[in-house]
């Protein structure tokens, strides 16, 4: 039958809004629902010389590219452009955008974004600014851990016996570490990824039940929060219960293959969002009376974008029902846990904010010619920035800049792995805490000195500005709305700014009575951090290349 796609468009102050929405569709049948696939904007009039988006990149005169909604990629539902005029412009869709498609040669620069939404443009002096206009219109309430989860250094463990990892948190306390998040990944019942979503109890790969309760009663004695890794994007056929009607099915109705397990030869099929519940009560009760966990990680929700699906029945379900379903679980396991406690994710997109608290941030290069985690798209230069922690830094708390392998995407671990400069200096530009792959090393305990203050400082607060020096993008500048500052240098000569002579990968950050810096003196590079509650100096005697040598007194 016929139906009527209808807009609306409304210039507010110097916003231009268009919303979008079907009436009159014919009711909805097995296996057939009409709905908006994607809805864009068209070409525009000039060349965008910059785009910005994800977790944060920025990137100069790229060629055509498609850039998927998820935490790894586009991550943002508004993206940013600087054209050849000078205009600077973002994009902000509210409802859960498919992609960015760019076409400079059609001068194609828009979000394509399915079903019911409101678009809206917001042109400014610079990009941020329309950021923080969207920001300042932003409804949405911080969930209840955001604040406790808020400036806590991050452990993010994959590997390690319970009762080893718990004897490296203590070695760890007695140089100053505690207070953070500890984020326990392998230890589920079959191990890692498989017959999800039965996961209790504790494999005895790494250790007995006690081990791994001791694990949880000593990270919680020395302050830290202690988040399990769980999983329910991937159901398993040989789980006990499995059943069809928990499954995800596509339109042709055969059922939507998801992870497939090489190690196990063990195919996964995508949860159904609506038949979540049940299991996850199960889990999460069986984990509250075992090891009674301060904090909870569910995988891959903040990293896939929320998903349209069909059921068993052939009925169509949006994926606003998806997001709110895992919005819901969210929001009960933080209740069952009690305190406040933290709900994590993986990567971290931003439709996930007022019930998610926060991720580890995977903020991934451009790279054309790589393989494996980066963004393969051609053009003329790129860098890290800024962008999503722009928005949504007091509502939304990212950690880290992405696990180790993927953040290198293929460069050198010495140079670019979680420990180098260049890792560092990401977590600065966007104000995060730290996050370490160790529960106990030497540079587990540098980066500790060196940074845990200063991302504290600048915990829950918001970016009032950014800005590149002279126009590079590999120096930028971040002021902060209670006054912290922060210069970064990812560019390959020096940097001579506040005082402070930067090398590459070099920083300098300032906020209240705390300041830390990776800064060349007398052309050597230096690392030291300084507050009320200490003052930490290292020459650098070596790089951080994990060999052992005796820590700085």
Sequence with gaps: GSFDVMSELRVEGEALRAKFWLENAPAAKPWFQVALEGVSLGSWSETAVRIYGGPGNVIVRPKAFRLSYDGHNLATSFV??????????????D????RLEVDPEARIYSLVTPHAQTVEVFPASNVYEAVKRIRAEDKRQPS???AKKAGRFTFDLWSGRYAESARLLERAAEYGLRDGLVVWHRWQRYGYDYRLPDIYPPNPEYGTLEEFRELVNVAKRLGHLFAPHDNYIDFYPDFDGFTYDSVVFRQNGTPFKAWFNYGREAQSYRARPDRLKPYVERNVRLLKEGVAPTAYFIDVWSSIAPYDYWTSEGRFQERSETQRAWGEVFEWIRRELGGDAPQISEAGHDKLIGWLDGADAQQLRVDAKASGFTWRIECEDSERIPWIDAAWHDKFILHGAGYEGRYQGGLSQREHGAYSDDYLSTEVLSGRPAMTPQPFHRDVVRVHWLLNDAMKALALDRIEKVE?????????????ERGGEVWVNRGASAWTVAGRTLGQYGFYVRAGEVEAAVELRDGRRVEWSRSPAGRYENGRKRLASGQELELPR
Excluded: L, N, T
């Design 468 to 480: 590149f020096a002279g126009g590079d993008i590999h120096r930028q500048y971040v002021k902060w």
């Design 95 to 98: 409802a859960i955008p498919d």
């Design 144 to 146: 209840p851990g955001v």
């Design 80 to 93: 940013g452009f600087d054209f050849e005029g000078g205009q600077a412009v973002v994009v902000h869709s």
